[in-house]
């Protein structure tokens, strides 16, 4: 079974400051797909990367960067020089490449970026 | 090209009535997966279709149920409502395959069951 767990529920940053998300999944399959999402009060969730099990390589993508190691089963991700329209709530899913294309999510992390 | 559309954003039911909700995929995407979002709960996933046939189901009752047409879009249904129902619904749009081509998401319909 797959599980995801972010452990901060709610994060408070100044502006500029940097935000990291810790995200710790499980799961029993050797291939499956990480992911963040970000939904701001609207409601909609706004895919913001995806990585899959056999790429540990860690890229930064504008102000994003993300940090996989699948020895401690960890898909942390950073904001750099946070902004208040980061100011969401941030989701990170797994999906096993087992056929059943479901995702599980964390919990969530309420981000607050003070001007 | 489109989005994921969702029908209608905001609904009001009373308790004991029954609700659809209607999801239209990204064009060419066949699987079309839907989830529940409550405070207590969090993101919990109901079912996917796939080439209108249901692939995965979630550990939800009976009450739950959807369908998928030939153009792929997607209804979900839930009979005999209960205050706990409600909810954000999201249904998110994929290729199909095994998770590795991703999910766009649409913008929810908020259901408050009164």
């Known amino acids: 079974a797959q599980k995801v767990t972010q452990a901060q529920t709610e994060i408070s940053v100044v502006e500029k400051e940097d935000v990291t998300l810790d995200c710790v999944y499980e799961?029993?399959?050797?291939?499956?797909?990480l992911f963040w999402y970000k939904q701001p009060p609207s409601g909609e969730l706004v895919f913001l990367i995806r990585?899959?099990?056999?790429?540990?390589q860690n890229e930064i993508s504008g102000r994003y960067s993300w940090n996989f190691q699948k020895s401690t089963s960890s898909f942390n991700f950073t904001i750099t020089a946070s902004q208040v329209v980061d100011s969401a709530v941030y989701f990170c899913?797994?999906?096993?490449?087992?056929?059943?294309?479901?995702?599980?999510f964390g919990k969530g992390n309420q981000v607050v970026v003070i001007p | 090209k489109a989005g994921v559309t969702q029908t209608p954003r905001y609904l009001i039911k009373t308790r004991g009535q029954q609700v659809t909700l209607s999801c239209s995929p990204i064009?060419?995407?066949?699987?079309v997966s839907w989830y529940q979002q409550t405070p207590g709960q969090g993101l919990q996933f109901l079912f996917e279709?796939?080439?209108?046939?249901?692939?995965n189901k979630g550990n939800f009752p009976g009450r739950f149920s959807g369908r998928q047409f030939s153009n792929s879009r997607s209804e979900m249904n839930v009979s005999t409502l209960e205050l706990g129902d409600s909810a954000l619904y999201l249904c998110?749009?994929?290729?199909?395959?095994?998770?590795?081509?991703?999910?766009?998401f649409g913008s929810g319909t908020r259901l408050t069951v009164v």
């Open positions: 899913a797994l999906s096993e490449a087992d056929g059943n294309n479901r995702l599980a």
């Open positions: 990585r899959n099990s056999f790429d540990e």
């Open positions: 064009s060419g995407h066949r699987s």
């Open positions: 799961t029993r399959d050797t291939t499956y797909y």
């Open positions: 279709y796939f080439s209108e046939t249901q692939r």
């Open positions: 998110a749009s994929s290729l199909g395959g095994q998770g590795g081509h991703g999910y766009t």
